[in-house]
């Protein structure tokens, strides 16, 4: 399969199966349309009125040497062996707080406590949590464990108790944990941004973007704009976090489709790591993305990616997520087939000890694995989200983008679908349009 694309004055080639991206000429970017099922002559008449003879033959010539080379029009059949999942969980999302300093209005956790009690995780549903995930990992060493909320910083003395607990349970085992905190920063002061930043091995901040922006949506318990309350925190984390893995989570919404400006606000405030997500929510919502603000959105990613390649020329040394992308060293075969392993390898684990296949599934009683105390007891679900892969979602099959995103987010599948099969199309198509960006900045970034 081929995606062919024109961005930023160029021709842009994919070729799916292998990841090749090739820049091409006019000719050859035409010629591709219909090489392969039209003969010499029949593209000699076609293209004759537009290019000399000998350039058409040379063009189809590199594209027989391109293709003999497996790096055009290939075709990968991957069967359900060559990615058999290892029956492992390796990263477990800990609600170590149902319970928030803040009233977002999209919050799709209901302001932190999943539409239900306000809860604090205690200590020994926290142990019995790492003891799960240790027993479950098998022969994997390496396990990754986030503090997430609501605000985890609201139950921080059990988060310290359970970073002391884990790495001395790792040790024991021969495991390492990779621990992450997500935070609104409301809580961060000194002594705790120094905890935060010895022990955590990435942590994320959240922040709209511009002030404005930001506190239209992302309010006090007293109603009032949270930027002025948080920004100088994250700011001072994320300079002390310097080289060290963190990041600045921002949503947009319809209320700022114009996002590029809150991506290039981040950046002008010194942050170098910068995520702005679209919202996820009911189209009943005043703040939804819908499939008429799409032009908008996917002209703001253009616009994004424009401004982004200038960054360095306007000294703006950052990072855009969605921009980056490793076409030579990508995810392995498992990992393109099988997307995030939300319910298979990756589950979360609620303030009682509730096991569920994500974060954004939590509180969903159809949904719930089991819990700590009795392991993975409707197996069921895992089945489910097993076969939730590229091979069985019969829309992600003639998708050009598949291997980039896995099949897109199952919670969002289902929160509009009523399925994990079928992926949320506006999604898909803000993805898609990332990727086209992505590639182009790479192309460009390395000539």
């Known amino acids: 399969m081929l995606h062919k694309y024109q961005l930023n004055g160029l021709n842009i080639v994919l070729d799916v199966d292998t990841s090749t991206v090739l820049t091409v000429d006019d000719l050859t970017y035409g010629l591709l349309d219909i090489c392969e099922n039209k003969s010499s002559e029949e593209i000699l008449v076609r293209f004759g009125g ?3 003879a000998a350039d058409i033959l040379e063009s189809l010539e590199e594209i027989k040497v391109l293709k003999a080379r497996g790096l055009l029009f290939t075709e990968v059949k991957y069967v359900r062996e060559n990615y058999a999942n290892e029956d492992l969980i390796k990263a477990i999302c800990l609600h170590v707080a ?21 809860l604090l995780m205690p200590l020994e549903i926290g142990k019995k949590a790492i003891d799960f995930i240790i027993e479950q990992s098998k022969n994997r060493k390496n396990l990754e464990l986030d503090f ?28 390492i944990f990779k621990f992450t905190m997500t935070t609104n920063g409301v809580l961060l002061n000194p002594e705790t941004m120094e905890y935060l930043n010895e022990t955590m091995d990435n942590i994320v901040l959240s922040l709209d973007g511009r002030k404005e922006v930001n506190d239209k949506m992302r309010k ?8 002025d309350v948080i920004i100088d925190n994250i700011k001072k984390m994320a300079t002390m976090r310097g080289d060290k893995d963190h990041y600045i989570r921002g949503t947009y919404t319809s209320n700022n489709l114009d996002f590029a400006k809150d991506v290039q606000f981040l950046a002008e405030e010194g942050f170098k790591s910068i995520s702005v997500e679209p919202v996820v929510a009911d189209a009943s919502m005043d703040y939804a993305l819908t499939e008429a603000d799409l032009p908008i959105i996917l002209k703001e990613y253009d616009d994004l990616a424009l401004t982004y390649l200038k960054r360095h020329e306007e000294g703006l040394d950052y990072n855009f997520f969605h921009f980056n992308v490793d076409l030579d060293h990508g995810p392995c075969v498992y990992k393109r087939l099988s997307g995030c392993g939300a319910g298979k390898d990756y589950v979360a684990v609620t303030p009682e000890g509730d096991i569920y296949p994500c974060h954004q599934f939590v509180g969903k009683e159809e ?26 979602k019969e829309k992600c099959q003639e998708c050009w983008a598949k291997y980039f995103c896995g099949g897109g987010c199952h919670a969002n599948a289902f929160n509009f679908n009523g399925t994990i099969m079928e992926p949320h199309h506006v999604s898909c198509e803000i993805e898609r349009r990332r990727v086209e960006n992505a590639i182009m900045i790479s192309i460009m970034e390395e000539n």
């Open 220 to 227: 006090t318990v007293n109603d009032k704009g949270s930027y």
């Open 98 to 118: 149902h319970d928030c300093n803040l009233k977002c209005e999209y919050c799709f956790a209901a302001q932190g406590d999943f539409d239900g009690e306000k």
């Open 50 to 52: 537009e290019y000399p």
């Open 148 to 175: 997430f909320g609501g605000e985890p910083l609201m139950n921080l003395d059990v988060v310290k108790a359970l970073v002391t607990y884990g790495n001395e349970a790792a040790a024991k085992n021969n495991k």
């Open 367 to 392: 949904f719930k694995m089991g819990d700590v105390f009795h392991g993975i007891t409707n197996g069921n679900i895992k089945k489910i989200f097993d076969a939730g892969n590229l091979l069985e």
